[in-house]
Protein backbone atom coordinates (compact mmCIF):
# COMPACT_ATOMS: atom_id res chain seq x y z
CA UNK A 1 0.00 0.00 0.00
CA UNK A 2 1.05 3.61 -1.31
CA UNK A 3 -0.55 6.56 0.56
CA UNK A 4 0.92 9.55 -1.11
CA UNK A 5 0.13 13.65 -0.45
CA UNK A 6 -0.61 15.97 -3.42
CA UNK A 7 -1.78 19.79 -3.72
CA UNK A 8 -4.49 20.99 -6.04
CA UNK A 9 -1.29 21.77 -8.35
CA UNK A 10 0.35 18.60 -8.54
CA UNK A 11 -3.15 16.62 -9.38
CA UNK A 12 -3.52 19.10 -11.89
CA UNK A 13 0.02 17.36 -13.28
CA UNK A 14 -1.23 13.82 -12.80
CA UNK A 15 -4.53 14.72 -14.82
CA UNK A 16 -2.15 15.75 -17.92
CA UNK A 17 0.34 12.64 -17.97
CA UNK A 18 -1.91 10.43 -16.01
CA UNK A 19 -3.04 8.66 -12.53
CA UNK A 20 -1.30 6.03 -12.19
CA UNK A 21 -2.81 2.61 -12.07
CA UNK A 22 -4.52 0.77 -9.42
CA UNK A 23 -5.11 4.67 -7.31
CA UNK A 24 -8.26 5.86 -5.32
CA UNK A 25 -8.01 9.63 -5.43
CA UNK A 26 -9.22 11.28 -1.90
CA UNK A 27 -9.58 15.16 -2.47
CA UNK A 28 -10.60 17.88 -0.03
CA UNK A 29 -11.80 21.15 -1.12
CA UNK A 30 -12.43 24.12 0.13
CA UNK A 31 -16.18 25.14 0.93
CA UNK A 32 -16.33 28.49 0.13
CA UNK A 33 -14.91 26.97 -3.44
CA UNK A 34 -18.60 25.72 -3.66
CA UNK A 35 -20.09 29.40 -3.89
CA UNK A 36 -18.40 29.62 -7.13
CA UNK A 37 -16.04 31.97 -6.28
CA UNK A 38 -12.62 30.74 -7.67
CA UNK A 39 -13.80 26.83 -8.35
CA UNK A 40 -12.28 25.13 -11.36
CA UNK A 41 -13.70 21.89 -11.81
CA UNK A 42 -11.27 19.56 -13.12
CA UNK A 43 -12.04 16.48 -15.72
CA UNK A 44 -10.80 13.52 -14.76
CA UNK A 45 -10.35 11.97 -17.68
CA UNK A 46 -7.22 10.24 -16.85
CA UNK A 47 -8.51 9.03 -13.84
CA UNK A 48 -7.95 7.28 -10.70
CA UNK A 49 -9.65 3.91 -10.25
CA UNK A 50 -12.14 5.68 -7.27
CA UNK A 51 -12.56 9.26 -5.97
CA UNK A 52 -14.01 10.76 -2.86
CA UNK A 53 -14.26 13.94 -2.43
CA UNK A 54 -15.64 16.41 0.00
CA UNK A 55 -15.82 20.15 0.98
CA UNK A 56 -14.01 20.52 4.39
CA UNK A 57 -12.87 23.99 5.47
CA UNK A 58 -9.24 23.50 6.61
CA UNK A 59 -9.82 24.44 10.50
CA UNK A 60 -8.35 23.76 14.06
CA UNK A 61 -9.89 23.11 16.93
CA UNK A 62 -9.59 26.53 18.24
CA UNK A 63 -11.19 27.51 15.22
CA UNK A 64 -14.32 25.61 15.35
CA UNK A 65 -16.71 28.10 17.52
CA UNK A 66 -16.30 30.52 14.89
CA UNK A 67 -17.92 28.22 12.05
CA UNK A 68 -20.78 27.17 14.45
CA UNK A 69 -18.75 23.55 14.73
CA UNK A 70 -18.09 21.40 17.55
CA UNK A 71 -15.61 18.17 17.41
CA UNK A 72 -19.16 16.03 16.61
CA UNK A 73 -20.16 18.09 14.05
CA UNK A 74 -16.83 19.08 11.77
CA UNK A 75 -16.02 16.36 9.37
CA UNK A 76 -19.52 13.86 9.39
CA UNK A 77 -18.09 12.23 6.86
CA UNK A 78 -15.08 10.74 8.30
CA UNK A 79 -17.43 7.18 8.49
CA UNK A 80 -17.91 7.65 4.97
CA UNK A 81 -14.64 7.89 3.90
CA UNK A 82 -13.47 5.14 6.48
CA UNK A 83 -15.06 2.62 4.47
CA UNK A 84 -13.98 4.26 0.82
CA UNK A 85 -10.34 3.86 2.52
CA UNK A 86 -11.08 0.27 3.86
CA UNK A 87 -12.83 -1.06 0.21
CA UNK A 88 -9.69 0.71 -1.63
CA UNK A 89 -7.12 -1.17 0.16
CA UNK A 90 -8.59 -4.37 0.34
CA UNK A 91 -8.98 -3.98 -3.28
CA UNK A 92 -5.46 -3.12 -3.42
CA UNK A 93 -5.54 0.37 -4.16
CA UNK A 94 -3.11 2.56 -3.45
CA UNK A 95 -4.25 6.14 -2.15
CA UNK A 96 -3.40 9.38 -3.11
CA UNK A 97 -4.91 12.23 -0.26
CA UNK A 98 -4.81 15.90 -1.84
CA UNK A 99 -6.32 18.62 -0.48
CA UNK A 100 -5.58 22.35 -1.86
CA UNK A 101 -1.96 23.11 -0.73
CA UNK A 102 -1.10 19.23 0.14
CA UNK A 103 -0.15 20.16 3.54
CA UNK A 104 -2.89 20.19 5.64
CA UNK A 105 -6.05 17.84 5.26
CA UNK A 106 -4.48 15.97 2.76
CA UNK A 107 -1.91 15.29 5.50
CA UNK A 108 -3.74 14.61 8.16
CA UNK A 109 -5.52 12.08 6.11
CA UNK A 110 -2.54 10.16 4.80
CA UNK A 111 -1.05 10.28 8.85
CA UNK A 112 -4.64 8.89 9.84
CA UNK A 113 -4.35 5.87 6.94
CA UNK A 114 -0.27 5.09 8.04
CA UNK A 115 -1.10 5.32 11.48
CA UNK A 116 -3.95 2.70 11.35
CA UNK A 117 -2.87 0.06 8.57
CA UNK A 118 1.01 0.65 9.21
CA UNK A 119 1.32 2.14 12.66
CA UNK A 120 3.44 4.93 11.10
CA UNK A 121 1.73 8.03 10.78
CA UNK A 122 4.06 10.24 12.51
CA UNK A 123 6.49 10.15 9.42
CA UNK A 124 3.60 12.63 8.20
CA UNK A 125 4.15 14.65 11.28
CA UNK A 126 7.71 14.67 11.48
CA UNK A 127 8.05 15.92 7.60
CA UNK A 128 8.68 19.34 8.08
CA UNK A 129 6.37 20.01 4.29
CA UNK A 130 3.30 19.03 6.25
CA UNK A 131 1.34 20.60 9.03
CA UNK A 132 -1.35 17.53 9.43
CA UNK A 133 -4.63 18.74 10.51
CA UNK A 134 -5.09 16.97 13.83
CA UNK A 135 -9.25 17.18 13.82
CA UNK A 136 -9.12 14.99 10.16
CA UNK A 137 -6.35 12.61 11.79
CA UNK A 138 -8.16 11.81 14.87
CA UNK A 139 -11.69 11.71 13.57
CA UNK A 140 -10.61 9.55 10.54
CA UNK A 141 -8.77 7.22 12.79
CA UNK A 142 -11.26 6.58 15.31
CA UNK A 143 -13.51 6.15 12.22
CA UNK A 144 -11.45 3.69 10.72
CA UNK A 145 -11.36 1.98 13.92
CA UNK A 146 -15.53 1.86 14.13
CA UNK A 147 -15.49 0.52 10.87
CA UNK A 148 -13.80 -2.29 11.71
CA UNK A 149 -15.66 -2.39 15.07
CA UNK A 150 -19.07 -2.29 13.17
CA UNK A 151 -18.18 -4.80 10.64
CA UNK A 152 -16.76 -7.42 12.55
CA UNK A 153 -13.43 -7.45 11.17
CA UNK A 154 -11.34 -10.01 13.37
CA UNK A 155 -8.43 -9.84 11.21
CA UNK A 156 -6.99 -8.31 8.36
CA UNK A 157 -3.46 -8.84 6.70
CA UNK A 158 -3.91 -5.49 5.89
CA UNK A 159 -3.66 -4.41 9.18
CA UNK A 160 -0.08 -5.33 11.22
CA UNK A 161 -1.87 -6.56 14.61
CA UNK A 162 -4.77 -8.02 15.45
CA UNK A 163 -8.32 -5.58 15.84
Not at 25 to 31: A, G
Not at 52 to 73: A, H, S, V
Not at 121 to 148: C, M, Q, T, W
Request: glycine share 4%; aromatic share 16%.
Amino acid sequence: MKVTIHSWESIKELLESGFPENTALIRFYDTELLLGKKFNFLLFHNMPNRIFQLPLMDIDMDELKYYDFTYDTFFSEANKLAEFIYSAISDGLDIICQCEYGQSRSAGCAAAILEYFEGNGISVFSDYRYFPNKIVYHKLLEALEKYVKENNIKYTNIRRQKT
